[in-house]
């Protein structure tokens, strides 16, 4: 059967983070959908549609990955696409609070659900959606925390 992960966030944007952590959950599951969740945006900086579109161009030589927005629970959207993985990385020990708490809830609501944590790789650890969207606030082009140097101004 094949195994399929689901990789949800808040992606505003994605980062160079994020795709360490797609690229090593490749070696596990056949195939990852990005789900961009809640339709709330972080102070306004990217639309959902926009954050989808950043990560189809991401991606677009790569036919495991593909990025789907949902505006339900996690657990729920999976059980809609029939997914019984939730990837997730893990900076720090602040995360790992952070996700634990998740898992455990989604343990008891969706047991079929198995939550796989993933260490990011040391050199992506200081990088957050937040750096970046305080860089572009001040000006500053924050091409290189975004995968394949892509500018971000065309995604805002
Ligand atoms: P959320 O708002 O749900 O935390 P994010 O978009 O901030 O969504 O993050 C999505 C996932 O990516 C989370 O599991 C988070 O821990 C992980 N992540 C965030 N930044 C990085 C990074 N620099 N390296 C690896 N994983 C990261």
């Keep these: 059967m094949e195994r399929v992960a689901l990789f949800p966030g808040s992606f505003e ?8 952590i797609v690229d090593q959950g490749l070696g596990i599951f056949d195939r990852i959908v990005v789900g961009v969740g809640g339709n709330e945006s972080k102070g306004g900086f990217m639309s959902v549609a926009n954050r989808v579109r950043l990560i189809e161009d991401i991606f677009r030589d790569n ?12 657990g729920e959207f999976c059980r809609e696409m029939n997914i019984r993985f939730i ?5 720090n020990t602040v995360d790992y609070e952070y996700e634990r708490g998740i898992m455990l809830v989604n343990q008891r609501l969706y047991p079929e659900i198995t939550t796989v944590l993933l260490f990011t790789p040391p050199e992506y650890v200081a990088i957050s959606s937040s750096v970046i969207r305080e860089l572009a606030h001040f000006g500053k082009d924050p091409r290189e925390l975004i995968p394949n140097n892509i500018e971000i101004k065309n995604y805002l």
């Design 13 to 20: 944007p994605f980062t160079i983070g994020h795709k360490a």
């Design 63 to 74: 036919d495991r990955v593909e990025a789907r927005s949902y505006g339900s629970l996690t």
């Design 87 to 91: 990837l997730r990385g893990m900076r």
